[in-house]
């Protein structure tokens, strides 16, 4: 009878262990499983968003995986993660994120002068061609950082991401006025800036103050977007509008919908810093 209670002992004791050995090897297939999952996400992350690296997939538990191998494909994609200047960033859309470059119409008169060109405390200045080849001298005054991508003009806040002012460009023709369908299409169509993961929807625009010989139209603009992670993004933008040529020139200043309240009266003032004006026949670096 001791040795019949001493067996059973054993023997619940040898059940408890197998199913602490089915619990922990279930444990390992899960982290491998999210270690695999991760390890996708950066490799598409890479290819999609950045376009600078392909690294092929190292699935653990096979021959040619090791420890020393995932981490350094981590370390390899934080490096491109982290912003190597606040005036660097790579083009998307708006806050920076798109897996293809966005369209803006945007067409510098001289790319060197472009590149070379900082911002001050009155501003940036552009020299731009209309669709036509008529040349405009375009500039605008936004209190955030001027980022030099390859998607054309943007100031963006860096810190949160939140705000943002870009210039597109479209053809209007001659003579024609503006009309919101033409906005519309130009800025919230799927390969804008609003547009990286949708086109937006529920698209309300109004006019605020007319255009003239010296200020532009400006439209508030109300609409939901979509953000990287697939979440709808309620939000508000200025569009300041100005015609050379047959050029629509066009300086959209956003934020959030919650944010707007808050910053209307400084983003309304970007709106009305933009000047668009014929420019001379030679560029402005030439002249004496």
Do not use: C
Not at 107 to 130: P, W
Request: glycine residues 8%; positive net charge; hydrophobic residues 40%.
């Amino acid at each position: 009878r001791k040795h019949r209670s001493i067996y059973r002992s054993i023997n619940k004791q040898a059940a408890a262990i197998n199913s602490l050995g089915h619990y922990i090897a279930a444990l390992n297939m899960k982290a491998t499983a999210i270690v695999w999952l991760l390890q996708l996400f950066i490799s598409f992350s890479l290819s999609w968003g950045f376009g600078a690296v392909k690294r092929s997939l190292i699935i653990p538990g096979t021959a040619s995986s090791s420890r020393a191998e995932f981490l350094s494909s981590i370390v390899a994609a934080s490096s491109l993660l982290v912003p190597v200047g606040s005036t660097n960033a790579f083009d998307g859309g708006v806050g920076g994120l798109g897996k293809t470059r966005p369209q803006t119409g945007v067409v510098f008169r001289d790319e060197e002068a472009a590149a070379a060109t900082t911002q001050s405390k009155s501003g940036v200045t552009y020299e731009l061609l209309a669709p036509d080849g008529s040349p405009a001298v375009v500039s605008f005054n936004a209190p955030w950082p001027l980022l030099q991508t390859a998607a054309g003009i943007e100031s963006r806040d860096i810190g949160g991401g939140f705000e943002s002012a870009f210039v597109q460009v479209t053809e209007l023709q001659k003579g024609s006025d503006i009309k919101p369908a033409q906005l519309k299409e130009a800025i919230f169509s799927s390969k804008g800036k609003f547009g990286m993961y949708g086109s937006p929807t529920d698209i309300k625009l109004r006019l605020v103050s007319p255009q003239n010989s010296k200020s532009p139209a400006i439209y508030l603009a109300t609409f939901t977007t979509l953000t990287p992670a697939m979440r709808e993004s309620d939000r508000k933008a200025y569009i300041s509008a100005k015609t050379v040529g047959n050029g629509l020139f066009l300086l959209v200043t956003t934020t959030t919908a919650v944010r707007f309240t808050k910053l209307e009266s400084s983003l309304r003032r970007v709106a009305e810093s933009f000047l668009v004006v014929d420019a001379p026949k030679t560029n402005l670096r030439n002249q004496k």
